[in-house]
Every structure is written in C-alpha cells, then in structure tokens.
C-alpha cells in the first residue's frame, strides 16, 4: 500500500476521538466526583447496552426531533433488526425501570449511569459525535424535591471538580394540558410572522413550533424575543410545581435565571426544564469563552415517558452532564490540576535473576497497598536512576544479582543518601516507616 492509503487507515471517524493517558486521568477523576457525589444522595449504578432498537428512540424523543430526525446513527443487523447507537441515556433507562419491574420497588428508584453516547452531528468545538456523559434519573416521584435533588446533585459535581462560576437557566414547559395551550400560541404567533422565518423553521412550524425557540438564525432569534413566554400559559399546578423547585434553589443558593424560552428540544419533557451553563457575566469580552452557548449540563421532567413506552404513570426527572465540555471548561479557566500522583517509591532492578524476583516484590507492595513506580524495560542502573530522579520519588528500591539470591533489598533515601539491606519478610514495614518520616 502506498503511504498515503495507509495514512488513511490510522485515522479515527470524524468526530471521534483518542483519549490519550495525560488526558485520561481528567475523565477518571470527572467520574469518580460524580459517582461519589451521586452515591452520597441516594443513587445507585445502571448499566444499559450502547445499542438499542430504534423504536424507543423515535417513540420517547419524538419523530421530529433533531436527534431522531438526523443524529441517530442507525444500521441493520445480519438478523436484520434496525439498532441504533444510544444517543442519550433518559429513554433506556425508563425502558430499563419499566422492563425490570422497578415500580415494585420502594419509590422512588434513584440511578445514575455513564458512558459514551453518539449523534451523528456537524463535529464542532465541544460537540463530539462520541461523547461521554453522566446522568442520573429519579423515577416515581412527582415532588418538586425530586427536580431541585437533580439539579443539586449536578452542581455539586461542577463545584466539587472546581468550578465555581456556573449559572443555572431553568424553566417550565407545563405538562400536557397547559404546554398544548402553549404550542397553540407560539404556532399562531409565528404562523403571523412566517415570510420572516428560515427555511428550516417553515418546515419546523407545522412539525413542532418549540423547535423554532431554538433555532440559530439571526431572523428567527429577532423574532423569538417577542415570542409568547410559557410562564403566561403555566396552569396552576404547574405554577405551584415550578414556584416550590425555585424556592429550594433559592434556600441553597444555587445560582439561577428563568429562562423564558428554554424548551429543549425532545417531546419527552414536562414541567421543568433546565441547562447549565458558564456564568457569562465573569466572561471578558475581549475573551470570550468557546463554551459559550454550550451547556454542561441538561436536564428536565419528563412524567409522560414513561405512558408512551407503557400503560404505566411514573412521574421522573433527570440530567445529564458531559464530560469532556466539563473539562474544557476547568482548562479554559486554568482549573485542572494533575490528578496523577508520582508514586514516592521508585523499584530498580539490575539482571535477569532480579527482573525475575522483582515480580514477588511488586506483589507484596500491591497487596500493602503501596504504589510503586518501576521500569521493567530499562536495565542499566543508570537510566533506571535517571527516570527515578524525573519522578522525584524519594525512596529507591535496589534489586540486583546478590540480593535477589538471598531475598534481600536495598532500600536508598533519594534526598539524605544513604541505604539500608533489608530482608524481603521485613521490607514492608521498614518502607512504610520511612515514607512516614517524609
Ligand atoms: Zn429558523
Ligand atoms: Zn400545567
């Protein structure tokens, strides 16, 4: 093959990506935060599969949804079953609940999930077509305690990753009866205005006039400002519900607007909507943020999911939060530290017989729960003192011919100099009381 052809074969998908091991950490760290967060709060681990059958997507999101309408990657199986890669989490994790009998359980059910997700979608900055996120769904409670619990737990992880200046946009879509009162409205209102429309929102008008709240255009966003706000159509439980998930985030100062037109864009949703996103006011202008416009975080009510994938009504509420526009955010603001700790012990080993014992060593250090750093490719001391000395680990374990016939090792102080011979059975305990000394 010439060179160029093979290039081509080292290329990953569009929009797809390596993670590579200086990155990895950040994600590793974005997800133990988050899961210790959400075990703390109530919620337990779901796994459900990357593929499911295409039905539950167009059933739950809607058919005229971006998603299911042009992000869904989709392909027949030899058996010839229509699958798709799951582009979000909230429609397979009701399926999972509904499937599995979860109603019979004390209510309500409290699970998080993470993982990658797909939509085929123009890749862009902070848009992936694979992406990984965490989500955390509560299912079977209609309390407005439910909606706050969500978007508390979602800020603690933003706070506790170290992100302080965030701002929550939230609104109410109203449930079935007073969100038709409300699409009737906004279809008369821009039906008067529709010479100004987009092509796009022409089309979108007659499918699903909240889509036209969301559109890019300058035309269209011209016209959103005069558009009818949902609070106005809101009946009075819905208001109730909306004034109560306020009140709480006010009691615990979570910061946040009331963002008249926010409707996110999937059929599923009733009642409160939210997305959080970086706080623009501590933005400077010359500077803006690339996130900006790009949500960490979304989420919402959804009581209606569950009565179009089944006769049963379980009333729930969730989010989902993406990993890699959380860690561009904390490297925008010059947040993320080095999650990974150079291990203080550095093992050198010099010939075969040692590189062979080494193996009993590492063990016995695995199992005392001590990390070490080695380099079992390397076999000049020299180089392997070199790597030592680049790590700055402060104690050096010695391994050569002599000692490893008569299970012994040297143990050396990197800073004070000097060096110990200890038996195997004792080199635990004489390490751990020097680590402690530093
Ligand atoms: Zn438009
Ligand atoms: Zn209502």
């Known amino acids: 093959m010439e060179k160029k052809q093979k290039d081509v074969l080292l290329q990953t998908p569009k929009g797809m990506r390596d993670i590579l091991p200086e990155e990895y950490p950040f994600y590793q760290s974005f997800f133990k935060k988050a899961e210790e967060i959400a075990t703390y709060y109530g919620f337990q681990p779901i796994q459900a599969p990357h593929l499911e059958k295409i039905d539950l997507f167009t059933a739950a999101i809607g058919e005229t949804t971006d998603i299911v309408e042009k992000q869904m ?22 399926r999972a609940y ?9 209510q309500p059910v409290m699970l998080y999930y993470k993982g990658s997700f797909f939509r085929h979608e123009s890749p862009q900055f902070g848009r992936s077509r694979e992406f990984q996120s965490f989500g955390l769904e509560i299912l079977g409670e209609a309390n407005s305690i439910a909606d706050a619990t969500v978007i508390r737990v979602a800020t603690a992880i933003l706070e506790d990753m ?3 200046n965030f701002i929550v946009h939230i609104n109410s879509i109203g449930d079935k009866e007073c969100k ?73 100062n979570i910061p946040y607007i009331l963002d008249h037109y926010l409707v996110r864009g999937l059929d599923y949703y009733t009642r409160t909507v939210f997305e959080i996103f970086l706080d623009e006011k501590d933005e400077s202008p010359e500077k803006p943020s690339q996130l900006k416009n790009l949500a960490l975080c979304g989420g919402g009510r959804y009581d209606d999911l569950s ?44 010939g075969a017989a040692a590189k062979r014992k080494s193996l ?46 008569e299970d012994t090792i040297i143990v050396r102080d990197a800073n004070l100099g000097g060096q110990d011979i200890v038996p195997f059975s004792k080199a635990i305990e004489f390490v751990k009381k020097k680590i402690a000394k530093k």
């Not at 001391?381 to 016939?405: D, F, V």
């Open 180 to 252: 038709n009162t409300y699409r009737k409205e906004l279809s008369n209102y821009y039906r008067r205005k529709v010479n100004h429309l987009c092509k796009d929102c022409k089309r979108r008008l007659k499918e699903n006039p909240f889509r036209l709240l969301d559109c890019k255009e300058d035309s269209c966003k011209k016209l959103k400002e005069e558009a009818p706000q949902m609070i106005n159509y809101l009946c009075s439980e819905c208001k109730t519900h909306l004034k109560e998930v306020l009140e709480i985030l006010d009691a615990l």
């Open 162 to 164: 170290g992100l302080k």
């Open 73 to 94: 990657y989709i392909f027949k199986t030899r058996g010839g079953d229509h699958l798709v890669l799951r582009p979000e989490g909230t429609a397979q994790v009701m």
């Open 360 to 405: 009993i060593l590492t063990e016995m250090f695995r199992k005392a729960n001590m990390p070490i750093a080695q380099s079992v490719t390397k076999d000049s001391l020299k180089s392997q003192l070199k790597i030592a000395a680049r790590l700055g680990a402060p104690i050096i374990l010695m391994l050569g011919q002599k000692e490893a016939i």
């Open 98 to 106: 509904l499937k599995h009998g979860m109603h019979t359980r004390p």
């Open 307 to 350: 009565k179009i994938l089944s006769n049963k009504d379980v009333p729930a509420v969730g989010m989902s939060m993406g990993a890699e526009r959380v860690i561009m955010a904390l490297h925008e603001k010059k947040l993320l530290r080095q999650r990974y700790k150079n291990p203080k012990i550095f093992f050198i080993q010099i």
